[in-house]
DNA sequence: ACTCCAAGACTGATAAGCGA
DNA sequence: TCGCTTATCAGTCTTGGAGT
């Protein structure tokens, strides 16, 4: 019994030795500079198809998995591996409990044999294989290259060039699935659950000696890629080829970095937090990470060993409510000696992000600028400089006008020597031919009247005199569903208008469209936007429902953010502003409540239970609707009209004058 | 938060699939 | 479990057009 006890503890002790000593002597060896360029020019000069493979299946013979954790049987590998025209390749790596995670194995196939080299014994020799993984000639397969060449990079300095992916390949065949148990399945007969696959992709490759079932595992996992390459770009068509090749070259150039960024750190932060992330929060996350980081990158330690950044998550969220929590989220002894150092960061990053806070004001402001700025260039964009109408007058023979003109359309005339010049002011030009009888004002329609109207270049609202935009008195959302008989009927409804005149009568042409939308019972919103609503409007009620059942339970502090929020809901939405104009907060509370309520205020926004195959525009809905197209448009240019008091309208419109 | 309209580009959320 | 990529959807932002 003794004997057993001390033989546990020795074990133990042994087993403690060995695995502190294993992970303390895990080295990187980076690419250099030199490397990278030269691999990048090889990969540049890689643009012809693959060399297809052509083996016949054979199902692997267990003898000819070879466990290489010797130099002088990696040096016998390499002298067969480089003389090969095609190796496979899969790579086991290990990432708990450290900063970066490292390769514990890595299997090579190559014709019938394949090859399990030791990463962590041979970890110093491994760079030997440089000249095999960067040689062209030879063609690396992976399933999924994208992780094994950045880890080949990270832990060796192993830069690939002329790699082939069977899972690339698969992509490009179109196949439901990716998985390389599937294509063994489908192509090679063999078959492995994915349930047990994965149970030994996820097991413990650092621990040594690995199992007879680990290397037969390892070994499958790069035994068929040749075979699978040869099957699968038999299927494929030149292009499919040439876009893996492209693709791979691309991610074998990619260089390997260990920058904690901004970036990454939102990523995270976005893992723990469903609703917006808060800037300021979002701050001091991430100057605590990037810190951590460091630590942790230094002691070469997984980051979850030093904190759980759920925990650093909350407590960032926090601010400095919670500042006494730092020893506890800080607790590991692997930072003990940092605890200063980290409550300092906290501190200032809240500090800096309470001052950015407190320029909120300063930053609404600049809101206020960058609308402004948005505005003009709007503006800048919109408005139309220079004038609308030239205005210059065509004449037919007999010296009456026949109708006005710009400068484009009149210099078409003298170009072609069917007009001549008879007088610069107003710019006149008289045609030297009898013109259409359409067109001739003295038989022609009433309509071409339009023409011999003289437009001045002026807001039909105001008068002013530059700065202006076209307006559609009936929206074009409406008007693009008519038929040509009443888009003609709305021809001159295209007014100038200035940039001021413009916005307001924007704002009545936005109130009629809701009245519409209202009576049409359209509404112009999409299904996404009543969702929208719909989903405020209850979790609103939520509040509301909390608050009246709970007022002596519920906090003071949690009351007064429930009551802000409604408060919030309602001032927000305008219709909701409207609707409960004059009433008491809790009058209102109380009424939300009931959902039939709820459900009657969502009304606006058309009716909730609108079926996604229902959903159609709404001025095409609109336009189908309507029965009296004559009335529609006319009710468009009465509400332009009425609310916008236009003081200098062409002639055209005067009749509408008359009707009221 | 938004001033025309429409199309295309872009974005974020989400889910699925795969790797270790 | 986590990290990564990809697809998709629905929404937003940007861009460019604009006549009688």
């Known amino acids: 019994m003794e004997y057993l006890y001390v033989l546990l503890v020795f074990l133990g002790v042994l087993g403690y030795i060995i695995m502190t000593k294993k992970r303390k002597a895990i080295e990187y060896y980076e690419a250099t500079k030199e490397d990278l360029v030269e691999a990048w020019e090889k990969i540049g000069n890689l643009n012809t198809p693959y060399e297809i493979p052509d083996i016949p299946l054979s199902p692997i013979d267990p003898s000819n998995i070879k466990y290489i954790n010797s130099k002088t049987q990696l040096e016998s590998a390499i002298k067969i591996l480089s003389s090969a025209q095609f190796i496979g390749v899969d790579i086991e790596e290990y990432r708990e409990n450290t900063y970066l995670g490292y390769i514990c194995l890595i299997q090579i196939s190559v014709f019938s ?54 899972q690339l390949a698969g992509k490009a065949l179109n196949y439901e699935k990716l998985g390389l148990n599937y294509f063994w399945k489908k192509y090679c007969g063999y078959v492995m659950s994915s349930e047990y696959k994965k149970t030994m992709q996820l097991s413990r490759w650092d621990l040594r000696p690995l199992s007879i079932e680990q290397q037969k595992y390892a070994a499958m996992d790069a035994y068929y890629l040749i075979y699978l390459m040869g099957i699968m770009c038999k299927e494929m068509s ?15 150039k990619k260089e390997f970095t260990k920058v904690v960024n901004d970036e990454k750190c939102f990523k995270i932060m976005k893992n723990y937090v469903k609703n917006q992330i808060n800037p300021q929060s979002f701050h001091v996350f991430s100057e605590v990470y990037k810190f951590l980081s460091k630590i942790a990158e230094e002691k070469n330690v997984n980051l979850e060993q030093i904190v759980k950044i759920e925990d650093l998550v909350k407590l960032s969220r926090a601010e400095n409510e919670n500042i006494n929590d730092v020893k506890r989220v800080f607790s590991s002894p692997l930072i003990s000696d940092y605890i200063g150092k980290i409550e300092n960061i906290i501190k200032t990053s809240i500090e800096k992000a309470k001052k950015n806070f407190g ?133 001159h409804d295209v007014l100038l208008l200035c940039a001021n005149c413009h916005e307001n009568a924007n704002k009545h042409c936005d109130e009629l469209k809701k ?91 058309g009716d909730v239970n609108w079926k996604v195959e229902n959903y159609d525009n709404h001025g095409k809905l609109v336009v189908e609707k309507v029965k009296d197209m004559k009335e529609f448009i006319i009710m468009w240019k009465w509400n332009f009209i009425e609310k916008m008091n236009p003081q200098y309208m062409p002639d055209s419109w005067k009749e509408l004058f008359h009707i009221n």
């Open 238 to 252: 030149y292009e499919q080829i040439m876009s893996i090749r492209e693709e791979t070259n691309k991610i074998c």
């Open 113 to 166: 044999t394949v090859y399990l080299i030791d990463a962590l014994s041979l970890r110093r020799n491994i760079s030997s294989l440089k000249p095999i993984f960067s040689n062209p000639n030879i063609t690396k397969i992976f399933h999924g290259c994208h992780n094994d060449t950045q880890w080949l990079q990270r832990d060796f300095g192993i830069i690939s060039v002329n790699v082939f992916d069977t």
């Open 359 to 491: 320029e909120e004001k300063g930053e609404a402001k600049s809101r206020k600028e960058k609308k402004q700025e948005r505005y003009n260039t709007f503006l800048k964009k919109f408005t139309i400089s220079g004038k609308v109408f030239e205005n210059c007058q065509i004449l037919i023979p007999d010296g009456t006008l026949l109708c006005y003109a710009n400068h484009k359309k009149v210099n078409w005339y003298l170009e072609r020597d069917l007009a001549e010049v008879i007088r610069e002011d107003p710019y006149t030009i008289k045609l030297k031919f009898e013109p259409n009888y359409k067109m001739n004002p003295r038989t022609g329609e009433g309509q071409r009247m339009f023409y011999i109207k003289e437009k001045k270049n002026e807001c039909v609202v105001c008068g002013r005199a530059d700065g202006f935009l076209r307006y559609r008195v009936v929206p074009l959302l409406y008007r693009q569903f008519f038929t040509e008989e009443y888009k003609d009927m709305c021809r």
């Open 515 to 605: 009245k519409i939308s209202k009576d049409y019972e359209i509404p112009l919103h999409n299904f996404g936007e009543i969702h929208k609503a719909k989903e405020k409007l209850f979790s609103i009620r939520k509040n509301c429902i909390s608050l009246n059942k709970g007022r002596k339970t519920i906090p003071e502090n949690r009351q007064e953010v429930l009551l802000k929020n409604i408060r919030n809901f309602i001032d927000e939405n305008p219709s909701y502003t409207e609707h409960f104009k004059g009433q008491d907060i809790w009058e209102i509370i109380i009424w939300l409540c009931n959902e039939d309520n709820c459900k009657e205020l969502l009304k606006i926004y």
